[in-house]
Each structure stands twice: as C-alpha cells, then as structure tokens.
C-alpha cells in the first residue's frame, strides 16, 4: 500500500512540476540592450497613449453630463414659463367682463397654445443639443481608442525593428 501510495504521490508531483514549467516560448526577439531599450520606450508610449484615451473618455463623459443636466434646466425653466403663461391668460380671461369672455377665452386659449409649442420647441432643441454632444463625445472616445491603437502598432513594430538589428 504504501508504494501505490509513493508511486502515486511521485505521479502528482512531477504532473504538476511538468505542468507549471513555462512553455518554451520562442523570444521573437532576442533581448539585446536595444531590444530592452525598445521595449521600455515602447511601454512608456503605449503607457501614455492609454492614459491620454482615459482622459479624453473621462472629458467627453464630463461633457455629456454638463449637456444633460443643462438641457434639463432648459426644459425645467421652458416648463415653467409655459404654466406661469397659461395661468395668466386663464386668470385674465376670468376676469374679462361678460360682454368679452367668449373673446378673452379664445385669447386664452390662442396664449396656453403658443406657450405649449414654445414648450415643446424648447424641449426638443434642448434634446437635440444633448444628442449633438452625445455623439460628439461617442466620436472623440472613438478617435483616441483608434490613436492609442496606432501607438501600440508602432511601438510593437519599433521592438520588432530593433530586434532585426
């Protein structure tokens, strides 16, 4: 029993050992001192190319938050102007003498209309501003991904380069 349990013991360990050794991996490139060169200025490019995409990402989200929360104040003001209008023209019409209500109500009326379209104009503009920054924001995010790509390519063609040397 106990040499199945030495052999099986012996088994798992060099199982393992086996499948922990790193592959042999073929270097693309053998690492002279201008190849390690390469390789940190390589890093040191991508490194920054990365942290200018993030901060592009990060400006371009700030952006699009600033749109919003304004074109939410502009509708949140349109809103308004529009109720304290039609409030007005209610109260105006109200007062109208009897002789004049049916004209003071269809002018009422004539107000609350105009105010809602001018409501509504706003509202939409105010969308439409959002959506413009949106995709604004959408295309720089896109062209600093794409810039940090190139980066990569050429640092990863400058290692290669250096190599070949």
């Known amino acids: 029993m106990n040499k199945l349990l030495a052999t099986l013991i012996a088994t798992l360990v060099t199982g393992a050992a086996f499948a922990q050794a790193a592959a042999p991996a073929t ?9 390690v060169k390469a390789e940190t200025k390589a890093d040191k490019s991508v490194a920054a190319a990365v942290q200018s995409e993030a901060k592009v990402d ?3 989200d700030t952006k699009v938050e600033k749109a919003e929360v304004k074109a939410a104040e502009k509708k949140t003001k349109a809103v308004t102007k529009s109720a304290t209008t039609k409030v ?3 109260a105006k ?6 002789d004049d209500q049916a004209k003071a109500t269809a002018k009422a009326e ?6 809602d379209a001018k409501a509504d104009k706003t509202i939409i503009k105010a969308d439409a501003k959002v959506e413009t920054v949106k995709a604004n924001a959408a295309a720089d995010k896109a ?5 940090t790509g190139a980066v990569k390519a050429e640092a990863k063609a400058d290692v290669k380069a250096a ?3």
Do not use: F, L, R, Y
């Open 93 to 98: 019409a109200a007062k109208a003498d009897a």
């Open 58 to 60: 990060a400006k371009a």
């Open 27 to 35: 270097p693309a490139v053998p690492a002279t001192p201008a190849v």
């Open 110 to 115: 004539k107000t609350i209309v105009n105010a």
């Open 163 to 165: 190599g070949s040397k």
């Open 88 to 90: 007005k023209a209610q």
């Open 143 to 147: 062209t600093a991904k794409v810039e």
